[in-house]
């Protein structure tokens, strides 16, 4: 199956309709692939997240696979819900289950058709002469979020519930360790340099906030008035 996942050519080499379906809005042509990702039965075995569905298991394990490759491209795969909106291309991370699609749909609440998903759940982040680019992926979380377009990443915020809505700003220092744990790390010592550069210019570029609270509508109020204020 070829695809253009990230305006990359992506040939997967899945045996399994479920993929086929997952990437219906990525299939492209092409005759020269960027990357070739085949999952083999020991990637199967050694996937971390098991599940009694092998399509689905070859689905996420195809996904992993193509982020081990990313970096030597310039580009990561982010666990994170990416829109944009009122000129902001804005990345919400959480540890699962904390809540950032819910707060993602609190804003889309506010703001309607004037806020695009780009992704809901592992997009890719790509650089362009030193400026990362969000992408959607086949790979979107279980609302099926996802558009097969870019936009500038300008805001990234991780998600904190809490009893008080507020939105403070965060440093580089403060961001760093949050957006590593929220990557999937490639293997290689060259590939995990080349990511940690990526990071730092990721980081360097963007707005770093800390957003604490609740699932009320005020809290995407607060929040978004905060965030949509900063050019």
């Not at 440093?171 to 957006?179: H, K, M, Q």
Request: charged fraction near 25%; include cysteine; glycine fraction near 6%.
């Amino acid at each position: 199956m070829n695809c253009r996942i990230a305006e990359f050519n992506v040939i997967i080499k899945n045996r399994g309709g479920f993929l086929d379906r997952l990437c219906e809005k990525y299939v492209g042509d092409f005759s020269s692939p960027d990357f070739t990702v085949a999952v083999t039965d020991d990637d199967l075995l050694n996937e971390p997240n098991p599940s009694p569905s092998k399509a689905y298991l070859e689905s996420i394990a195809a996904c992993r696979k193509l982020a081990h490759m990313l970096p030597a491209k310039d580009a990561f795969l982010l666990h994170a819900a990416t829109f944009e909106t009122k000129g902001h291309g804005i990345a919400f991370l959480a540890k699962s289950g904390t809540g950032k699609s819910t707060h993602m749909l609190l804003w889309k609440k506010l703001f309607g058709d004037a806020l695009r998903v780009i992704n809901g759940d592992k997009p890719i982040v790509r650089l362009k002469d030193d400026t990362p680019f969000a992408y959607g992926t086949p790979w979107c979380g279980k609302e099926g979020f996802s558009e097969n377009r870019g936009v500038p990443l300008t805001d990234i915020c991780f998600i904190v519930r809490s009893d008080k809505n507020e939105t403070v700003p965060l440093s580089p220092d403060e961001a760093v360790n949050r957006l590593f744990s929220q990557i999937i790390i490639p293997s290689g010592s060259e590939n995990i340099l080349k990511l940690t550069e990526l990071l730092d210019k990721t980081i360097k570029k963007c707005r770093l906030w800390e957003i604490r609270c609740n699932t009320d509508l005020e809290s995407a109020e607060i929040s978004s008035k905060k965030i949509l204020e900063v050019k």
